[in-house]
């Protein structure tokens, strides 16, 4: 049999996709409810992408109180970067969505567009992540991490102390699943 040809589809899941199969048990009401969440997690894409070009560009927006406009207006003022990889190993890295290091200070700033309230935790192994791969000492910098979320900037500036435990934590950690790939 010749299969006909979707290859404008590699790589994307459907929404009623057999790997995702539970969908099968839902009835409206979750389905209803799913579906609403998986159009919040497009939203909060397609906001994040117009973010980082907002800020890369360097176009301010209008000076309000909504959470986009803080994010976007902050980074574009702390001349951060967008979508900056950290790389530690294969098995530790992230994405921050936006980073700056200027004058021995680290900001690390997280748009988040959803309504669960977040952990500065994610942000605490950004700084980890920067630490290990510029080979700095956080007892030897100032660290300032935002969340930009509900219309609220939430300011939390850790301890030198947390963040070298997080930092030994992924050296610990890479090493044993560096051993589990060789099967030690």
Request: proline share 3%; net charge positive.
């Amino acid at each position: 049999m010749k299969f006909n040809n979707h290859s404008y589809l590699q790589g994307q899941h459907a929404f009623l996709s057999a790997s995702k199969y539970h969908w099968i048990n839902y009835d409206d009401e979750k389905l209803d409810s799913r579906y609403l969440k998986h159009l919040a997690t497009v939203r909060g894409t397609e906001l994040h992408e117009f973010a980082s070009e907002a800020i890369r560009l360097g176009i301010k927006l209008p000076r309000t109180k909504k959470t986009l406009n803080l994010y976007v207006n902050d980074a574009i003022g702390y001349k951060m970067e967008p979508e900056q990889v950290l790389f530690y190993s294969e098995n530790a890295f992230g994405t921050t969505d936006a980073i700056s290091f200027r004058k021995g200070k680290l900001r690390i700033h997280d748009l988040k567009t959803g309504e669960t309230r977040t952990s500065m935790s994610q942000l605490e192994v950004y700084a980890a992540l920067f630490c290990l791969e510029y080979q700095i000492n956080p007892f030897e910098i100032e660290i300032e991490l935002r969340i930009y979320q509900l219309n609220e900037v939430l300011i939390h500036e850790p301890s030198p102390k947390s963040i070298k435990y997080i930092m030994e934590k992924i050296i610990t950690f890479d090493k044993r699943i560096e051993k589990l790939k060789i099967g030690v």
